[in-house]
């Protein structure tokens, strides 16, 4: 069965209840989404309690610091898209700004500097260092894990 419900406290519930091992339903306070595993170890399940539990706060907190203004209802959507749920939270995300392959930075500097120094500085390396906590093989995370090449 795949567990990919639509609704991020159906998402929680779910993981608590019919997705995960009992275990942990009777266990509080162990952490969702197998922090002890790297990204590329984990299954889909715990990814996805991962990215809930883990990466939508970190990067809220990452970019609220940036703009506290334009990023105060940031969710799960700013990265995946509106259509995240019919695509299975597939990335990169089609509707994000389309990067070159060769130098993705130089463009992004041209296009918008404080904000591709921020994704440089701050988004990229935030994700790296969360994708590998904990044992597994490790994961480069590059601007085009999020983003697609023009
Ligand atoms: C800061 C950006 C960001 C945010 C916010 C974010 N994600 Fe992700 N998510 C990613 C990236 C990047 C990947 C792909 C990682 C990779 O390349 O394997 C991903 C992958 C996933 C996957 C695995 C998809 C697959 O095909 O394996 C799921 C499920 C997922 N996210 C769910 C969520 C949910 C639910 C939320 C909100 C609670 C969320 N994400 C918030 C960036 C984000
Ligand atoms: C974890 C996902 C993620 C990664 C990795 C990432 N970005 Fe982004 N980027 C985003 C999101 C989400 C936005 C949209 C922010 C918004 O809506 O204000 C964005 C916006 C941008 C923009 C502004 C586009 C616009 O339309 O205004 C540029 C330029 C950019 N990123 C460049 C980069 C570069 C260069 C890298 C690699 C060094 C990179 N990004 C890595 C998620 C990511």
Redesign the pocket.
Same mark, same amino acid.
Do not use: S
């Given at each position: 069965m795949r567990c990919l419900p639509s609704i991020l406290g159906l998402a929680l519930a779910a993981s608590l209840g019919a997705c995960a091992a009992p275990r942990d339903a009777e266990t509080p306070g162990i952490p969702l989404g197998a922090p002890g595993l790297t990204w590329a170890a984990k299954n889909t399940e715990q990814k996805f309690g991962f990215m809930a539990a883990q990466v939508h706060p970190r990067?809220q907190q990452v970019f609220l610091e940036y703009k506290p203004d334009?990023y105060a209802d940031f969710s799960c959507s =700013? +990265?995946h898209g509106a259509t995240m749920e019919q695509i299975d939270y597939a990335m990169p995300n089609q509707s994000?700004?389309a990067?070159p392959p060769d130098r993705?930075?130089d463009d992004?500097i041209d296009?918008?500097s404080p904000?591709?120094v921020f994704?440089?500085t701050k988004?990229?390396p935030t994700?790296q260092e969360l994708f590998n906590q904990g044992e597994g093989p490790p994961t480069k995370?590059?601007?085009f =894990? +999020?983003?697609p090449s023009s």
């Open positions: 990067m334009n =700013n +990265c994000l700004y990067l993705p930075y992004a296009f918008d904000i591709a994704m440089m988004v990229t994700l995370v590059t601007c =894990n +999020c983003h």
